[in-house]
Nanobody, 123 residues
């Protein structure tokens, strides 16, 4: 089992930046692909960014490409999401998730989930 705990959410003005962290426990995440999902009120959950087990490959949704950066530190068992140039439409609950290293990054099916951290971007 992998336990995931997100942190770093908050309220920020449009154009600002936030950095999210996802701390894992229970198992090393070095064998897992990791993703950041988000869910806005009244909308379906979407995969915003993902990173391969080694950090060598990343995936970004078109809506965040060029503004968000996903990274990981396997030694610290932590995954990060740096969000710049934030927009009101980035508002939502952000979840960290993990899945086995053989599954495609962009595929939305993940095995382990955190509880989420709220990001609110004001206009």
């Amino acid at each position: 089992q992998v336990q995931l705990v997100e942190s770093g959410g908050g309220l920020v003005q449009a154009g600002g930046s936030l950095g999210l962290s996802c701390a894992a426990s229970g198992r090393t995440i070095s064998n897992y692909n990791m993703g950041w999902f988000r869910q806005a009120p009244g909308k379906e959950r979407e995969l915003a960014a993902a990173i391969s087990w080694s950090g060598g490959t990343t995936y970004y949704a078109n809506s965040v490409k060029g503004r968000f950066t996903i990274s990981r530190d396997n030694a610290k068992n932590t995954v990060y999401l740096q969000m710049n140039s934030l927009k009101p439409e980035d508002t939502g609950l952000y979840y960290c998730a993990a899945k086995n290293m053989f599954s495609a990054l962009s595929a939305p099916r993940y095995e382990y989930w955190g509880q989420g951290t709220q990001v609110t971007v004001s206009s």
